[in-house]
Each structure stands twice: as C-alpha cells, then as structure tokens.
C-alpha cells in the first residue's frame, strides 16, 4: 500500500509550533517521616516545556520548628536534583503537617506539597527502684528495675552488671518486648569479702541501645540469722493485695524471738505479719496495696531484730497497670499552627490492656477558637501515640493547662500538658494611600510590603473594592488602581497570617481626576522658527504658546486652538507656515496631547511674474533658479495681488475678470484651473486688483461700457465663489481726472492711490471719500513733469512711505517723497493754494528702461520691475476705437518696441536710491510680456494688506 501525504500536511507537521517555555516539576517520595536527629533525601524531577531552559531554584515554606533543608537548585538545562529534609534533636513532634515546596526561574514559579511527619527518636531509659543494695554472705537480696522505652523502641532488654566485686553475681534478667519492670538479683558467696557501699554499675542493653545506672553494693558477714522471701516478687492490682512467706534461717545456738516490720513502703501500700514476731522459723507478709498507688516497681524491705542482731531482706512489689509519659510536655504554637507530643504508655506489672486517651481544658475543643485533639492510635496498648494539637485561627494568645488521661477499666493516669498559644506580629507599609484616577492612575501602582514577626505562617493577600493585586501570597505585593475611575471610591488591602487572626488593612483613597496634563507640540517647522497657538479652555483659560509644551494639571473640557503663522525669512521673499485650528475635550483622567502641524504655504518664498502674452505665471524661489510654472487660462494677465491667506487674484484685462488661484495651486506647476472667478458689469477692463484692510477687493475698471473709467470695491462676503452681480461701489471720473485707472494701492493710513493711465496722473483718495461710491474731486491730483509722469502703470510704496511709479511710455520709475507732497485738497472741490496738486518734478528719477510695468520691492529694499508691453490693436477687443481700452490698447502699442528685451529686472536699493540709470544687480529672462510681479509674502512693513497679520 502507498500512502499519499500532501504538501500542506507535511509543511504543517514540520513547522507545528512549539509549545511555550514553561516546566512542571514532581516529589518523590511526596510524603516523609522523619524521626528527630534524622534526615531524609526527596528527589526533585523537573520536566522543561518549549525552549525553557532558565536555572531554577528551591525554597520550602511552612516548616516546623527544628526542621531545615539544605540549599537545592538546578542549573541551566538540568532536570533533577535532591532536596534534604533534616530533624534536629529537638524537632518539634508532628504527626502530618503538609509543606510547600516552591521552584522558580525564568520568571515563573510552580509550587508541589510535602507530606511531613516528625516522631521521637527510639530511646530506653534505666531506672533502678533503690540507690544501693546490701547482701549477707551466703546469701542474696533484690531491687526492682524499671526501663522506659520512648520513640516506639520495644526491643527486649537484658540487663547486668557491671564490675561486681569476687564472690558477688548477678542473677541474669530479660525484660521482655512490652514490658517495662523487673527484678534484679545479687548474690554473695560465704568467702565473699566485706564491702561498704562499693559503686558497681547496672547496665541495660536492647536495640543497640546501652543504659547504665549507678548502684552501691555493701557486703556484711552473715548475723545469726538470715531472713528469706517467698516469692521475692509480688505482683498486685492497684486496689488488691497479696502475700508471701517469710522464713528464718538461724544459726545454730540462736534461739532469740525475732520481731519483723517492713520498711519502705509506698504510700497507700501497707503490710501486716502474722506472726509479727517470729519464735519459729516462718511468718506471713499480707500486702494491701491502695487503688491509688500508681502502677510500677517498688523495691521494699523486711527487717527482722532479735537477740541484739536484725536481718534485712528487700522485696519487690509490682503494682501492675500502666503509666504514662508525655514528650515534650509543653508546647508553644502560633494561632493556626499545629504541634505534636509524643504519648508513651508503659505497661506495669501484668498489664496486658489498652488505654483510651483523651485531652481536656477549656480551649480543647472544635472551631478557630479552640484548640483541636487527635490521638494516632488510639486506644493505645503499648508504645506511643502521637497527639496533634491543632490550634485554632482565633485562639487567644496566652498559656493553657491541659489534663491528658489515659483509662483502661478500672485503671487510669493522667499527665499535665502545657500549650503557650502565640499570635505573631504584623505590620503594613504603607497603611493608607491616595490615588488620583487618571490614565496611567497617580501613582500607576502602589507597592505594599509586610513585616511579621513574632511568629511564622503564610501571608495571605485580599482585596475589597476596586483594582487588583499582583499576588495573594508573599511578603509584599503591588496594586493596580483601576484607570479612569468617575467617582470616589475605597480599596481595602488586607493581609493575614494564615490560619491565625493577624490581619492589617491599608486603606487606599481613590479620588476621581478633575485635572489632567494637555500636552501641545508643534511640528513641521524648520529648526529655530517659533510657532505660536491660542488655547482657550474651560472657564477663563486662555494661554498663548510659542513653542511645544505640556500644560500641568489643567481642568477638564473642551479646549480650541488657534494657531497663528510663522514667517520665516528669506533674502527676497518670506515664507510662511501655518496649521490648522484644532478643538479637542479633555478627559479629566486621560491626559491628551494636540499636535499642530505646520506647513509651509504653497507659493511663499517665491517672486511671481505673469506673461500678459504666454499667459504663463512663474515662480522663483528667492528671486532666481528655475521657476515653478504654471499655464493660466486666461486672455490678458496684468497685474496681481494676494490676499491674506495666500491666494492670487489676477486682473485678466482682454478676458474682463477678475480670477483667483488657491494658495495650494501654486507651488504644483500645470494647469489648474481658477478657483473663483469675478464678472459682469462691474468688470470691463480690469488691469489691477488691491484688498483694503477688512479684506475687500478693489479693482481698476479701464472700461468700455457700462461703467468705464471706474474703480470699484467687492465686499470681501461676495468672494467665498464665482460672482457677476453689482459691485458695492464705485469710484468714477472728475472733470476727466480718472481716465482708464491702470494700478491702484493703498498706503499705511489707508489712503487708495490709482494710476490713471490716459490722463498721465496719480490720484489720491481719502478713506471718507471711498467709504462710499464717490464721483468727486480726487483728495490729491499728482501731475509731476509733463515728460515723465507718461501712461503710468504700477504704483508701489517703499518702506519709508514714499511712491513709485512706473511710467511705460517715458521708460522711467518716479519716486515721489511723502514729504514733497502737498496737503489734501481743502475745501473740495476749489482747493485753497498749495493743497490738491503736485505738478513738481518727482524726488529720484530712474532712467533706461525698456517699457518699465510692474513694480515690487523685496525684503532687502531691492526694487524689481517688468519690462515689456503686449503687442495688441483695438480690434482685438472689438470695441470701439475711443473707448477707453482702445486708447489705452493704442498707446501701448505705441510705446512697444519689437526688439526691446523682454524680462524681469532688480535693481539694488542704493542704486534706485542713487537715480540715474543703474546697473541691474539681477535679470530674469524668457518673457513675452512680462506684466504683474508679486512677492509672497510681501514684505513686512509695506502696506500690504494681504501680508498675513503677525
């Protein structure tokens, strides 16, 4: 069989992603028992996920009192390691506390539980029931043994001793598994020497355990006669009694009575003999033991006196039961800890039962405000029970005394436990805080950290109200306030001990935002030019910036920005930059940043020159270099103007309009096509435009019907698109002074000065007099010299307030002083002497120029000029031949010379200062026609309207 895998298969089982670096990590084993003084290895297995490859390291929380582990990490791409659990000598008892065992690296944590527990080490303790023994030669005597066995040992245990004197022996003694009391035997020979409390040692020995006890051993020669117990031991109930015979050995020849009494006899533990004195050689012990007389071994004696000697001879008493022992039998725990005691019951005598074992006090009981009991095993017949207290959350701190009893039927014991119960320390910092609701929040995150002392346990971590934390375990934490938050609010972090009642609380005040940062940048401006912006806001905020900024802490709302241009300065021409307003509502919790961004207006920076023949309008940037051109569909261009946000007006004086150019077209070159266009009657002829202060266009009508020989003004309302309709008004004729007005401009007080092209004069008028439509005597009629002032056809202003004229038929340019010019004409329309007219000859004649028409001066005071007229007869109007146009058409085909240059010139501002005919200092070639000539911007301090406002 062939199976077919397709490529998108394979590709897919190739490049299956691989899964995200993490690990996982496992115990073995994941439950211990450690006995104190032990140790123990837990093997620690990681397995790696995806390319996570971090070194990790090992810590164990929640370990009891007396239990460390050794330092365990893993380097870089290992993945088992062990971890060492060890006891001391005096760990705390536990019978099962579960641990946490934490790896972490790489940014992550992962967490595993340890089953612990603790139990005493296997122990044997020695007791003998007597400090020293006395033997008879020839004969014995016995004490009792007692052995304690701790930590589950139950190994049998023999016992000797050590370093008898010659013709002293022990008899040997086993005490087997489960029992804890015996009988030890001496015996003396006859030959024996005479001892006085000779020290020998009592050894034990059982589970490689050895014990030792110290015993004095005295050795008397024999009196007259000897006493002997049978049996040597008894064994009794607590509560019950038993017998044995006492018998006399005397010697031969002693014959005395003989009293007997016993001696050392535990209380509640009595004896009677019958006979109390002996004549013979026998009597018999009664013993009653009380049911009170704890279970245990007891080492008695029997003294016999007579016949000025005495005789004694130790007998053991087994009062069977049991006892018990308690390891340690005081505790100290912290609320919510558990702790263990070791119960041992030793078994007395016969006793072959199990004891019930039980805790009592007032805290013992169930709930966080008791203290819990658990007995493991319970009943307990022998060995040892592991008690686990477990101490409620809300257990008062404090020390308790508690009652452990043990009862087997009739049998019982009891032991007293002491419990110190702690409560550990805790301290928060901070304990309070405010926030302020903003986006990122004021503070963003608030680190709290706590402090325990005076105990142990695992901090817990909860939040009530808004945000979050970044852990509910560990020292210390990080909350996150909420963003944007409308209204006051509280959040309550609390951290406790686990399983215990200590708990603090910070309290963190979370205030909504009603101011917030604005930030404003400005861009796209060349390096060390300023831009500047209105903001207005709230309330009465008001600020003007001049450069970036971030404005502090402002009020919520809505804020408008009016930015303003930025001129930046150039050798002929300004540029300029503007940007667009801009509205914005600031959020009072989310800062917000407004950027201007500034643009160079299309078409500033450049010298613009209209062809009045190609009909052509180039731009030269700085007044040199290869110009933008772009081909104007028009019939005429002459002369041009700007308005205020940089867009150009042309007079088309053969295509009777007045046309506008956007601002945006210029700097693109082609053909575009006019955005606004003026007609109808009010238009017949129009060779100059100019805008007054409000914006209002005006235009010089040379006119050759309805309304010739005119200047009129359109409402800067009727140029928001194409117009035809009336003009607002009219300024006409006088006694023949406004003959086909060619070129207007106002000055710096507003005064609207126009050429009036076939009567060879400059006429002045008044803002009265144009503030309406006006048909009366000019203010002020400059003639100037009958040779020069010859078909004028631009009119400039210098920056020293001064006129220029260019005259096209006398090719000169005529500087007329502010100064040398007569007062206004008064009264109107007579004129009183030396007011109204100026027939003098002008202040500085330039001479040489083909043909002079348009006039701008630069930034640098350098005066540029056109040179060069169309070549057009009356019939190419179809109009009469004595209309004004048609004259006007006629003159200037008079003046024109076919081979004179057509072309741009500049001349420096010494040289036109200094008259004459100067030298131009620039040539601009390849014209026609060369008509209207505009800067953009216009100078500043030139009565230039259209120069936007600083």
């Known amino acids: 069989m062939v199976v077919l895998f397709s490529a998108s298969a394979l590709l897919s089982a190739c490049t299956a992603p691989l899964p995200a670096p993490d690990f996982d990590f496992s115990l073995s084993p994941a439950a211990v028992t450690l006995q104190q003084g032990s140790s123990q290895n837990i ?21 009891p009192s007396g239990i460390s582990h050794s330092e365990a990490a893993l380097p870089s791409g290992a993945s088992q390691t062990n971890l060492t659990l060890s006891a001391s000598e005096s760990a705390v008892l536990t019978a099962g506390v579960d641990l946490t065992v934490w790896v972490s690296g790489g940014g992550k944590e992962r967490s595993r539980s340890l089953r612990l527990s603790v139990v005493p080490k296997p122990d044997l303790l020695l007791e003998l029931k ?51 009391l015996g009988a030890l035997t001496l015996r003396a020979q006859a030959g024996a020497a005479t001892l006085s409390g000779q020290p020998i040692e009592v050894e034990a020995r059982g589970g490689g355990l050895v014990r030792t006890a110290n015993l004095n051993l005295t050795v008397l020669d024999a009196p007259s006669f000897m006493l002997e117990l049978t049996p040597s031991t008894v064994v009794v109930a607590p509560g019950e009694g038993g017998s044995l015979q006492v018998s006399l050995r005397r010697t031969p020849g002693f014959g005395s009575p003989v009293s007997l009494e016993l001696l050392n006899a535990p209380p509640g533990v009595t004896g009677s003999f019958d006979p109390d004195t002996v004549s013979g050689d026998q009597s018999i012990l009664r013993l009653s033991v009380a049911g009170a007389v704890p279970p245990g071994a007891y080492t008695l004696s029997v003294r016999g006196s007579g016949g000025g000697q005495e005789a004694i001879q130790n007998l053991v008493l087994i009062v069977f039961g049991f006892s018990l022992t308690l390891s340690p039998a005081t505790l100290t725990l912290q609320q919510g800890e558990q702790g263990s005691s070791a119960v041992t019951l030793m078994q007395k005598g016969g006793f072959g039962g199990a004891a019930t074992l039980s805790i009592s006090g007032e805290i013992v009981g169930s709930g966080p405000d008791k203290v819990a009991a658990v007995f493991s095993p319970n009943p307990l017949p022998s060995g040892t029970s592991i008690l686990t207290l477990s101490v409620g959350s809300a257990v008062p701190a404090g020390v308790y005394i508690l009652n452990l009893t043990g009862v087997s039927g009739s049998l019982s014991d009891s032991k007293i436990l002491q419990l110190t119960v702690t409560q550990p320390s805790l301290s928060l910092d901070p304990e309070s805080a405010t926030v302020l609701g903003k986006d990122p929040p004021e503070p963003a995150q608030i680190s709290l950290r706590a402090t325990l002392s ?66 404003v940048n400005f861009t796209g401006l060349p390096t060390g030019l300023s831009g500047s912006v209105r903001v207005q806001g709230p309330g009465d905020f008001d600020r003007t910036l001049t450069a970036s900024q971030t404005l502090r802490d402002v009020p919520g709302g809505t804020y408008t920005f009016t930015p303003k241009g930025a001129v930046q300065q150039g050798s002929v021409a300004d540029w300029y930059y503007q940007a667009n307003p801009a509205t914005i509502t600031l959020s009072p919790c989310r800062p917000a940043t407004v950027n201007l961004p500034y643009q ?3 078409g500033t920076g450049r010298l613009w020159v209209v062809d009045n023949s190609t009909k052509q309008l180039r731009g030269y940037l700085q007044g040199s270099g290869t110009p933008v051109e772009l081909n104007l569909n028009l019939s ?18 053969l295509g009777n309009q007045v046309v506008m150019y956007a601002a945006q077209d210029l700097a693109a070159g082609g053909s575009p096509a006019a955005r606004l266009k003026i007609t109808g009657s009010g238009i017949d002829g129009p060779s100059n435009v100019a805008f007054d202060a409000q914006g209002n266009l005006w235009v010089t009508d040379c006119g050759s019907g309805v309304r010739p020989n005119a200047v009129v003004k359109y409402q800067a309302s009727k140029l928001t698109g194409n117009y035809s309709g009336e003009p607002d008004l009219a300024i006409t004729t006088w006694s023949g002074h406004l003959n086909c007005p060619s070129s207007l401009t106002f000055d710096a007080t507003g005064n609207l000065w126009v050429a009036s092209f076939l009567s060879d004069e400059i006429l002045k008028y008044t803002p009265s007099q144009y503030a309406a439509s006006y048909s009366g005597r ?98 190419a109007l179809g109009v009469s031949p004595q209309s004004p146009r048609a004259l006007r058409l006629q003159s200037l085909v008079g003046v024109r010379s076919q081979s004179a240059d057509k072309r741009v010139l500049k001349f420096a501002a010494a040289d036109i200062e200094a008259g004459g005919t100067p030298t131009p200092v620039a040539e601009l070639g390849g014209f026609t026609a060369p008509a209207g000539l505009v800067l953009n911007l216009p100078p500043a301090g030139l009565p230039f309207y259209s120069r936007p406002a600083p």
């Open 43 to 63: 093997q620690v297995s990681v397995t790696r996920k995806g390319s996570f490859s971090a070194p990790l390291t090992l810590r164990v929380e929640g370990l």
């Open 454 to 519: 005076g105990g142990s346990g695992q901090l817990r971590w909860e939040l009530a109200g808004p945000g979050s934390l970044s852990s509910t375990t560990g020292s210390s934490v990080t909350y996150t306030p909420p963003v944007c938050f409308s209204s006051a609010a509280t959040a309550l972090v609390t951290v406790s001990v686990e399983g215990t009642s200590a708990r603090k609380t910070a309290t963190i005040a979370l205030n909504p935002a009603t101011r917030n940062d604005l930030t």
């Open 636 to 653: 005429g261009p002459e002369l041009m103007a700007l308005d205020p946000q940089g867009n150009l007006w042309i007079a088309d004086y």
């Open 130 to 180: 007597g400090s020293e023994i006395s033997l008879y030669k020839g004969g014995s005597n016995t004490m009792a043994v007692q052995i304690s066995r701790v930590g589950g040992f139950d190994d049998p245990v023999s016992v000797s001793v050590v370093g008898l004197p010659a013709g002293v022996s022990a008899d040997p003694l086993t005490i087997p598994s489960g029992s804890s």
């Open 778 to 875: 000019p203010a002020l009629i400059v003639h100037g010299a009958s040779t020069q002032i010859l078909r004028p056809t631009n009119l400039a202003f210098d920056s020293l307030g001064n006129l220029w004229v260019s005259s096209i038929q006398s090719g000169m340019l005529l500087r007329f002083d502010k100064n040398t010019l007569p007062p206004d004409c008064d009264p109107l329309p007579a004129c009183t002497g030396g007011t109204g007219t100026y027939e003098a000859a002008p202040s500085k004649v330039v001479t040489g120029l083909n043909q002079p028409w348009g006039l701008a001066f630069d930034n640098q005071g350098d005066l540029w000029v056109t040179e060069g007229t169309p070549w057009l007869g009356p019939q």
């Open 600 to 602: 160079q207006r299309p």
